[in-house]
């Protein structure tokens, strides 16, 4: 993106007469640096070059000094000037909210020791990714220090990391992190944004999760800290993704929202608009930015250069992907610029890129259209997982028979190559059965319904398309019958999700059966709903330990974690050679494929590793509530199977040969590992 060069350096930079802020606007007549000069503040009229790049150059630019902007233009056209509003730095480093509640742009001290540390540099089929908000996390966590939790401190704690790493964690993705604000209308209703998707400046951390310390210490602390906890994951091996939100800003609604920063500099250039300058909502929010012109785009490049960079972030997530993607006519171009660009760009070499991939606007949904470098949220597997081990099993108890067959749930054990082109591989996709946005694993097959009216919208928020399944009662219930078949239906969703070729991603809490009581858009509560309990029942431990044992089985297990899709009748190197068994043991006929009556599979898959041993792994799912014989299948080279893991926890069968027969209680999902011919000893 040569014809971005231009535009290099924008922010507060050193130089030989002393520190220079440059700020692009093609639309202003002025712009002007305002320095908090105590006891008055300071006017310096910024000059403009060729390239609207505006600069002024003064030795008071120093860390702690806040300053912003000042900036007039002509009306219309979506700009919004106003030369009487502070407008922030959109590169500043530091925010900090002023004693009259406006917000300013603050200098930091951006020097760090990283000690040597370096980026643990996952290989992609080794990622297990934890989603997790950084306060939500620790906020009730007994073993952190008071005093830390809920704060970036707090999330590298010894004894917060000592967990993750138990859990077989190799990334945590948080959410946004990014400075935030409430939007009027929350702060009207007396509540606030806890998600974050409310960016107020893409290169300043939220300081209100920094420690209190940190707080009162200023900018630079909070950064220090942010990336102190970047340090220590590292040094545990883990890798820290953010969830950002370039798709639109704080300056929210249309006509009549705030005017912070870019739209009080250059309204019509950061936004989207149509041909008579109306706005352009792609994202549900009216103030979608425009990736479509150089200076929208250099600004998510840079901002995405200077956290992978000076901070040492791992990956990235992109809320509403879609819209990054829309060229000058809002229309989705999977070759977009910026999309090719965030990938090919060297300085993010070997960065994750992670979208979220779908916006609100036309043509939004865009599962599996990203380009080749891109990995995409699978929401598919997460719908069919969802569906077949609960509204199917519902559907077979209210109506005698679920509604659809094994063969789509099969896609999704082996990579969804019906979604991802084949030179992408099965990793192009992340698989998830919950998120942040819906409902926890517990509420899932808790509730038939969402239980929102907490969020003040009369329950009329949140998606009504939760493909969940409350087992007979809705809500808490002291049923044991009910709460050992809820559990099995949680063993049974985290099986499938980390048994299934692609990456993983689990939501912070579901290890521990994390209620929100029936919310599924808890985006407006910062309390003990949204928060993770640390509460240490007998059950929470055992589910921990079940996601612990597939993390390391999957991490053992290199069929369970193949990185190129194969080719009938080939061998593919780092691809799996797959069969298809019915319960009987013989290979799957085409027509139980879609016979909604068969709901028993037997996936076996063998590893052909470019640098591991081969390995053979067999899983049985059986998606019905009545128990079923099966015959393990005979195969080339298999000798016997060894059980390895059950969602069933009352037993594990025994080692067993080819040809054995067993009895599989229901719904289940076991997990063997094959002794083959080239294996013995």
């Given amino acids: 993106m040569t014809d971005l060069d231009p535009l290099r350096d924008l922010g507060i930079r050193p130089g030989p007469d002393g520190p220079t802020l440059r700020v692009w606007s093609a639309s202003a007549s002025r712009v002007d640096l305002v320095i908090d000069d105590a006891p008055h503040d300071r006017v310096v009229p910024m000059v403009r070059d060729e390239h609207d790049v505006w600069s002024a150059t003064d030795g008071a630019l120093t860390p702690g000094r806040r300053y912003w902007l000042r900036a007039d233009g002509p009306a219309g056209g ?99 992190v990014h400075q935030h604000v409430d939007e009027q209308r929350l702060v009207a209703q007396g509540i606030e944004n806890y998600w974050g998707y409310n960016t107020l400046g ?58 912070t920063s ?80 965030i990938v090919d760009d ?33 929401d598919r ?22 509604p659809s067959g094994l063969g789509s749930l099969a896609s999704k054990l082996s990579g969804s190559s019906n979604i991802y082109a084949h030179e992408r591989g099965p990793l192009s996709g992340v698989n998830f059965v919950t998120a942040h946005d819906g409902f926890t694993l517990l509420d899932l097959v808790s509730y038939d319904g969402k239980h929102n009216l907490s969020n003040g919208e009369g329950n009329r928020d949140g998606t009504d398309d939760n493909r969940s399944f409350n087992h007979g009662v ?42 929100q009581h029936g919310n599924n858009n808890a985006y407006c509560t910062d309390s003990e709903l949204t928060w993770v309990d640390w509460s240490d029942e007998p059950w929470h431990r055992a589910l921990h330990d079940d996601v612990a044992t597939l993390t390391r089985l999957r991490a053992e297990n290199p069929a369970l974690r193949p990185s190129r899709f194969g080719v009938d009748g080939a061998c593919t190197l780092s691809a799996n050679e797959m069969s298809w068994h019915s319960a009987s043991g013989d290979e799957m006929r085409p027509d139980e494929w879609n016979d909604p009556g068969v709901r028993t599979l ?66 289940t999902v076991v997990v063997f590992r094959a002794t083959t011919v080239e294996a013995a000893p």
């Fill in 474 to 515: 809705e809500g808490e219930s002291v049923n044991p019958w009910i709460s050992d078949a809820r559990r099995r239906s949680m063993r049974n969703l985290l099986a499938t999700l980390f048994v299934s070729a692609g990456i993983p991603m689990l939501t912070a809490g579901d290890e521990r059966g994390r209620t």
């Fill in 202 to 259: 893409y290169f300043a951390p939220h300081a209100a999760y920094a420690s209190r310390d940190a707080q009162l210490a200023g900018a630079s602390a909070v950064l220090r800290e942010f990336k102190g906890m970047v340090r220590l994951l590292h040094e545990a091996g883990i890798e820290v993704y953010l969830d950002v939100v370039y798709n639109h800003t704080a300056e929210e609604g249309e006509v009549g929202g705030p005017v």
């Fill in 346 to 378: 060297p300085a993010l070499e070997g960065v994750k890129m992670i979208a979220e991939p779908w916006d609100v606007g036309l043509g939004g949904w865009q599962t599996g259209a990203f380009p080749e470098g891109w990995i995409e949220w699978n």
């Fill in 602 to 667: 037997q996936y076996l898959a063998t590893s052909t590793p470019e640098h591991e041993a081969p390995n053979t792994v067999l899983v049985v799912v059986h998606g019905a509530e009545t128990a079923v014989p099966v015959t393990l299948p005979r195969h080339d080279g298999v000798t016997a199977y060894e059980a390895l893991w059950s969602s069933d926890d009352r037993s594990l069968p025994q080692a067993s040969a080819p040809g054995d027969d067993l009895l599989v209680s229901g719904p």
């Fill in 78 to 176: 979506g700009n919004a000037f106003d030369p009487s509003l502070e407008l922030l730095d959109p590169y500043a480093r530091g925010l900090g909210r002023t004693g009259r509640g406006t917000w300013q742009s603050t200098v930091v001290d951006e020097s760090f020791d990283w000690g040597g540390v370096a980026k643990p540099r996952t290989p992609l089929d080794r990622v297990v990714v934890y989603e997790a908000h950084v306060r939500g996390l620790t906020r009730l966590a007994p073993f952190v220090p008071e005093e830390l939790r809920g704060s970036y401190a707090g999330l590298a704690a010894e004894s917060t990391i000592a967990h993750l790493t138990g859990l077989g964690v190799t990334a945590v993705q948080l959410l946004p």
């Fill in 262 to 341: 870019l739209r009080g500099l250059d309204g019509s250039a950061y936004y989207r608009h149509d041909a008579e300058g109306r706005p352009v909502d792609v994202t549900g929010c009216g103030n979608s930015l425009d990736t479509s012109t150089p200076a929208a785009s250099r600004l998510v490049l840079d901002s995405l250069r200077y956290w992978a960079d000076e901070v040492q972030i791992d990956g990235f997530r992109f809320d509403l992907a879609a819209t990054l993607g829309r060229d000058a006519d809002h229309v989705f171009d999977p070759e977009h610029p910026l999309l090719r660009a």
């Fill in 381 to 402: 597997f997460r719908n069919r997982a969802r569906d077949f081990w609960l509204t199917d099993i519902a559907a077979a108890r209210s109506q005698g028979a679920p």
